[in-house]
C-alpha cells in the first residue's frame, strides 16, 4: 500500500486492488480564510483525481471541496458513503455529477471490490455539520486508519474488525474560532489558547493510545491564513496561546511521551508499506523548505495565491442593501418553532450586531426582533459583517458555524459558559436538519454504568457525547476533564463547567 499525503486531511491510498482518494481540498474555505498548509496546488490533481473510489468525510469545506471535485475528480469513482442520518453530504456530491455510491453502516466492515472497508460515522449534532467519519482500508497486508478529524468515541470495532492498524493519520490541531473572537482580556485569551492548544493534543495523542498504530501520521491541520487581517493566527511567531500548532510541534509532543513512531507527511509525501513495514518514505518537497522558515514560507505562499484570495473576496455578496431584519426572520422563525428543546436550552436573546443594525434572536419567544429597552447586553452576542450574513443568505448555507465562524472574520462575547445548544441551531438551518437535531437531543443517555478515576466514582460515559470516561477521562484536584472536546466537570456536585446542563453522575470513593 502507498499512502500519499495530498494536503490537509487529504490522502491518496494506492493499493493493488484500487485507489483512493480521501477528501481532496485544495480552494480556499470558510470566506477566504483557511487555505492548505503546506501549499498543494503544485500536485498533479488530475492524476491523482483519477481513482477508482472517492471518500469525503464530511462537508466541512476544509474537507469538502465542490470546485475542486467539479473540476478534477472522475465522476465514475465509486464514493464510499458514510452512514448518515441527514443525507446531505449524497446530495451534494450527486449535484457534482457522482453517481455511483456504496452506503456503508456504521462500524461495520464491508468487502467492497478486493478491499475490507469500514467507516465509523458519527452522528451527533457537534459532529461536523450532522456528521463526521473516519475511514479503515485493508488491502489483506496493510491496514491503514484515516481518522481525520472525526473523534469516535470507541475502537472496539475497529480493533475487531482488523486487529491492528499499521498506519494512523489524525487529527491534532485547532480548527475552531475559541478563544480568538472573543471580547476578553488580551492575557486571558492568551491563557485560554494555552489550555486549548493543549488539550487538542492530548485528545490526540488519547488517540494514538487507543489505535496503537504501527506509524503515526499528524494531519487535518493546521490551516495557514493568509489574508493580511488574519496572518496572526498562524504559529509563526511565539505566540504561546495559539490553537494551531503544526506537524513538527505535534511530533516532538509525541517524543516528548515516548512515542518515536511519527511520521511527517506534507503534500506529495508517499509512505510504502507492506504490513507494518515501512518500506520508504519519500517527499515531493524538502519539509526545510517549509519549516525552517516557515513565516518566510508563508509570506511567499500569500503573495503567490493573493488573486485566489482577491477572487474568492469578489464573490461576497455587497455590505450595502436592505436590511437584513426580514430575511432573517424568514429563516431563523420556521426552524425556532420546529425545536422547543434546542431554543429552550439557549434560554435568553442573542444580539446579531450586522454592521449599523442589530437584531435580536429571541430563543424564549421564538422570535426575530430589533432591539428593546429592556434588554441590555446580550448574554451572547456576535458582531458579524453584514457582506457575509447577505452572502450566507444569498447562497442558502444551511450552517453558519462552518461558514461564518470558522472563517473567523466576526467578533463574539458571552456571559457565562459555552452554549452548545445555540452552536447546533446555527448549523441545522433546514427542516431536515432542526428536527434531527432537536430530536438527538431529546433522546435520553445511558448513565447506568460507571468507572473509578483518581479516587472518584463517575459515569462512564460523558453526558456531552458519550465519550469513555475510563479513556478520555483525566482528573485534576476535584475537577474532571474529558479530553475529546475537552469539557470539564466539578466533581462533588457534577456540575458542568463548560456548559449548562449535562450534569455528570459522581462521588469521591
Known amino acids: 500500500m502507498q499512502v500519499t499525503s495530498v494536503g490537509h486531511a487529504g490522502f491518496h491510498i494506492q493499493t493493488k486492488a484500487g485507489s483512493i482518494l480521501c477528501d481532496p481540498w485544495v480552494n480556499p474555505a470558510y470566506f477566504g480564510s483557511w487555505f492548505p498548509f503546506p501549499d498543494n496546488t503544485g500536485l498533479d490533481w488530475d492524476t491523482l483525481g483519477n481513482c477508482d473510489y472517492l471518500y469525503v468525510s464530511h462537508l466541512h469545506k476544509d474537507h469538502f ?149 504501527t506509524w ?26 495559539n490553537i494551531f500548532p503544526d506537524q513538527m510541534v505535534f511530533l516532538e509532543q509525541m517524543r516528548l511521551h515516548g512515542k518515536d513512531n511519527g511520521l511527517l507527511m506534507i503534500p506529495g509525501s508517499t509512505a510504502d508499506l507492506r504490513g507494518s513495514e515501512l518500506l520508504s518514505l519519500t517527499h515531493a518537497t ?77 430563543f424564549p419567544n421564538r422570535t426575530v426582533r430589533p432591539p428593546g429597552d429592556r434588554d441590555g447586553k446580550y448574554r451572547y452576542g456576535f458582531r458579524i459583517a453584514p457582506e457575509l450574513v447577505r452572502t450566507v443568505l444569498r447562497d442558502n448555507e444551511p450552517d453558519w458555524v462552518n461558514t461564518i465562524f470558522l472563517s473567523t472574520r466576526f467578533e463574539a462575547w458571552r456571559i457565562g459558559g459555552y452554549n452548545e445548544f445555540l452552536y447546533t441551531f446555527f448549523k441545522c438551518l433546514t427542516d431536515e436538519r432542526i428536527a434531527y437535531a432537536d430530536g438527538w437531543f431529546a433522546e435520553a443517555h445511558d448513565d447506568s454504568a460507571s468507572t473509578e478515576l483518581a479516587g472518584w466514582e463517575v459515569q462512564r460515559r460523558c453526558p456531552h457525547l458519550k465519550a469513555d470516561l475510563s479513556k478520555f477521562g483525566v482528573i485534576e484536584g476535584e475537577k474532571l476533564t474529558c479530553n475529546l472536546h475537552g469539557w470539564q466537570w466539578d466533581l462533588p456536585t457534577g456540575r458542568c463547567l463548560t456548559s449548562k446542563g449535562h450534569q455528570l453522575r459522581s462521588k469521591r470513593l
Not at 218 to 232: E, N, Q
Not at 300 to 316: D, F, G, I, T
Not at 331 to 336: C, I, N, R, S, V
Open 65 to 213: 471541496d465542490p470546485v475542486h471535485l467539479a473540476k478534477h475528480v472522475n465522476k465514475d469513482a465509486t464514493v464510499l458513503l458514510p452512514d448518515y442520518p441527514v443525507p446531505d453530504l449524497k446530495r451534494e456530491l450527486e449535484r457534482l455529477g457522482f453517481t455511483k455510491f456504496f452506503e456503508t453502516e456504521d462500524s461495520v466492515k464491508h468487502r467492497v471490490g478486493e478491499l475490507d472497508v469500514m467507516i465509523v460515522a458519527l452522528r451527533a449534532p457537534a459532529d461536523g455539520p450532522i456528521g463526521d467519519s473516519g475511514l479503515i482500508v485493508s488491502d489483506g497486508e496493510t491496514t491503514c486508519f484515516n481518522m481525520n478529524d472525526a473523534r469516535p468515541v470507541d475502537m472496539d470495532a475497529v480493533h475487531e474488525a482488523f486487529g491492528g492498524i499499521d498506519i494512523h493519520l489524525l487529527q491534532y490541531s485547532g480548527a475552531i474560532w475559541y478563544p480568538m473572537v472573543y471580547d476578553i482580556p488580551a492575557r486571558t485569551k492568551t491563557n485560554f489558547g494555552k489550555q486549548k492548544r493543549q488539550r487538542g493534543m492530548d485528545r490526540a495523542r488519547s488517540y494514538v493510545e487507543q489505535v496503537n498504530g
Open 216 to 241: 503515526v501520521v499528524p494531519s487535518a491541520g493546521p490551516p495557514v491564513f493568509l489574508d493580511p487581517a488574519l496572518r496572526a493566527l498562524n504559529d509563526d511567531h511565539g505566540d504561546e496561546g
Open 286 to 362: 524538502d519539509p526545510a523548505a517549509v519549516y525552517d522558515d516557515k513565516a518566510a514560507y508563508i509570506e511567499a505562499m500569500a503573495q503567490r495565491l493573493a488573486p485566489v484570495l482577491a477572487a474568492e473576496k469578489a464573490s461576497w455578496a455587497p455590505a450595502a442593501g436592505a436590511p437584513l431584519l426580514e430575511p432573517l426572520t424568514a429563516l431563523f422563525e420556521p426552524l425556532m418553532r420546529q425545536s422547543d428543546l434546542i431554543c429552550d436550552g439557549i434560554g435568553y436573546p442573542v444580539g446579531l450586531v450586522l454592521g449599523d443594525e442589530t437584531v435580536v434572536l429571541d
